[in-house]
């Protein structure tokens, strides 16, 4: 694990920064997204969106070490209504919800719980893998 960089969005100083955090695929590996999380709502003075967030990248995370198993790369960006919460994999498998998961399963559920916290989510290919993303409104 690497501590998180902080680089501008942009070059204008008073652009709020992106929080960049690469990781392993280890069982400590969304903890440590959730601390980057806690950082961000922290400086960035949002707050009331801090719990719903911490819930979103713990699935995207574990997702990617689960299926992936890849280095991961967790980026968020505040914009001007939203935080954005992007995890980059190696894997080119796009995600998939569950269609139906029965009451007994114990897993299945990560995605449609990030469709139901967030405004917006999907995957992006890339050339090294894929971007899962998802937004939050900021209130």
Do not use: F
Not at 97 to 115: F, Q, W, Y
């Amino acid at each position: 694990m690497t501590r998180p960089s902080v680089e501008p969005d942009h070059p204008d100083a008073d652009v709020a920064p992106v929080l960049r955090l690469r990781l392993e695929p280890s069982s400590g590996a969304a903890a440590a997204a959730r601390r980057l999380v806690d950082r961000a709502c922290s400086e960035w003075h949002v707050q009331a969106i801090l719990d719903p967030a911490r819930l979103v990248v713990t699935e995207l995370v574990s997702n990617a070490v689960r299926h992936a198993r890849t280095q991961i790369q967790v980026t968020l960006h505040r914009r001007a209504h939203e935080l954005r919460i992007e995890v980059h994999d190696n894997s080119p498998e796009s995600p998939r919800p569950a269609k139906a998961v029965r009451s007994t399963s114990e897993g299945g559920r990560g995605l449609i719980v990030v469709a139901a916290l967030t405004t917006a989510w999907g995957a992006t290919h890339t050339a090294t893998g894929k971007i899962v993303w998802a937004t939050l409104a900021l209130t």
